[in-house]
């Protein structure tokens, strides 16, 4: 090669990598958290009177707040596969918890096309630190297999307990002593890969552990609240490892601390000069729970909402989210677009310039964002099933929503009917008002639906 060729391509790569700089910068940061077993009703913002999300309620007030927003499920894995795939639990799959022994739930296929897989392809580095819950340690479906970074729980059933004996950091087991709470270790985490990666574009995805049962936080965040619920202090709450006395203050104790740790996200966002160019997106993977003590009702967790984890109705698996992004997203908005958590992968790739593919089930959010609602492509209709519990499906189309019982031993089964616009709560089924409704919807659950070997909604 002579002096000439050698200059020319320097110069070429100089250029290459400048313009691969230039396209960089102009690509968001995205960080999206994603709470775990927090209702509709579990942030201030949203209504929550017990206690206060101040940080958390900045994203709405410095943001957009979504009235119609909703999970991928109504448990924890399928909700995820929804996110990391843009398929509904009709297409999905992942659509129930299903365990692998001794460490782990069943994998995701080795190919499968993911978001941090997309996204990684338009330039960005992907961290994920929290719950898994899509394959076991060292499967093709392994967090490491998906994720630049990964730090926290491998397997969802592990994450039971917030003082566990290990993590994971990528592939390598973490030992820790059993007395160390692992939503900080884990918060920490997700705060050092932002300070590594502040000058290329990144997506953090923090799927933390809160509130998930058991009702674990340490004790600096429950003391204010005894005070505050003293008529639960002889309550005891059992889930897994140390049972826990008046979980009704550990609740809003872990709450508390939550809400603290988005703080310093936000935070750190803004000390790194990261702000103008991070949308943060914040949601929950399902409705509120009822187990290791946790009171729902007496948090009316759910809002004006029916029903709770492992329902479909609007109590199960409608969320919040809130989307803050300065100069970008118009703050004190708040948007009635039907969405739905596999919308996430459309609406980050179109961002972050990266291939949508054809098959997902998602919409891009992007128009809404950017407050162009007039040029938001609506939904169809929204589709979810679970396996568990005799086999549930639910449809909402416009107002409308529509819930199917017990399929799995009567496919057709008779369908309940709500106008979610007079009758929020899903009191009153007026479906024999309205039989071609009714029909629409069936028919939208027989097409929506596809077989899969590994989870049979009919004839279980």
Same mark, same amino acid.
């Given at each position: 090669m002579t002096l000439v060729t050698r200059l020319l391509t320097v110069a070429l790569l100089a250029m290459s990598f400048t313009a691969h700089s230039s396209s960089a910068a102009d690509k968001p940061n995205i &960080?999206? +958290?994603?709470?775990? @077993?927090? =209702?509709?009703? @579990?942030?201030?913002?949203?209504?929550?009177k017990h206690f206060k999300t101040p940080n958390i309620d900045r994203l709405a007030g410095e943001g957009l707040k979504f009235t119609d927003h909703y999970s991928g499920s109504t448990v924890c894995a399928p909700t995820r596969c929804c996110l990391m795939t843009g398929l509904h639990t009709g297409h999905a799959i992942v659509r129930g918890n299903r365990e692998?022994?001794?460490? =782990?739930?069943?994998?995701?296929?080795? @190919? +499968?096309?993911?978001?941090?897989?997309?996204?990684?392809?338009?330039?960005? &580095?992907?961290?994920?630190?929290?719950?898994?819950?899509?394959g076991a340690p060292g499967s093709p479906s392994d967090p490491a297999e998906h994720f630049n970074e990964f730090y926290g729980y491998n397997c969802q059933r592990e994450a039971h307990s917030y003082y566990p004996d290990h993590l994971w950091h990528n592939r390598e087991r973490v030992e820790l002593d059993g007395?160390?709470? !692992?939503?900080?270790?884990i918060s920490d985490a997700a705060l050092d890969f932002v300070r590594a990666n502040k000058d290329r574009p990144f997506f953090a995805f923090l799927p933390t552990t809160i509130p998930h049962a058991a009702m674990h936080v340490p004790e600096d965040d429950v003391a204010p609240f005894r005070k505050q619920f003293p008529q639960f202090e002889d309550k005891i709450g059992r889930y897994s490892g140390p049972e826990v006395k008046n979980p009704v203050a550990a609740f809003a104790g872990m709450m508390t601390r939550l809400d603290r740790q988005v703080g310093q996200m936000l935070d750190l966002l803004k000390e790194l000069g990261l702000d103008d160019n991070t949308l943060v997106m914040l949601s929950s @993977?399902?409705?509120?729970?009822?187990?290791? =003590?946790?009171l729902p009702n007496f948090?009316? !967790?759910n809002g004006p909402l029916q029903g709770h984890k492992r329902d479909l109705y609007d109590g199960g698996i409608r969320a919040p989210l809130l989307a803050r992004w300065p100069g970008k997203i118009k703050a004190g908005t708040t948007s009635e677009l039907i969405s739905a958590h596999w919308d996430m992968l459309p609406t980050f790739c179109e961002l972050a310039g990266a291939e949508v593919p054809s098959n997902v089930d998602g919409i891009s959010m992007v128009a809404t964002l950017s407050g162009q609602? =007039?040029?938001q492509r609506p939904h169809e209709y929204l589709y979810w099933e679970f396996h568990e519990r005799g086999g549930k499906q639910a449809v909402r189309i416009g107002n409308w929503k529509g819930v199917r019982l017990n399929v799995s031993k009567n496919p057709g089964a008779p369908i309940e009917l709500y106008n979610l616009a007079d009758d929020v709560g899903e009191a009153t089924n007026i479906a024999d008002a309205h039989p071609d409704r009714v029909r629409q919807i069936s028919q939208i659950m027989k097409a929506a639906h596809s077989e899969s070997d590994t989870f049979k909604l009919f004839g279980n």
């Open positions: &960080v999206y +958290i994603l709470l775990d @077993d927090a =209702g509709y009703g @579990d942030l201030s913002c949203y209504g929550q692998v022994k001794p460490e =782990g739930q069943a994998p995701m296929p080795a @190919d +499968i096309v993911t978001l941090p897989r997309l996204l990684q392809k338009a330039g960005y &580095v992907t961290g994920m630190f929290g719950k898994w819950g899509l007395k160390t709470y !692992s939503a900080d270790l @993977d399902n409705g509120p729970h009822k187990e290791g =003590g946790h948090f009316d !967790s609602s =007039g040029k």
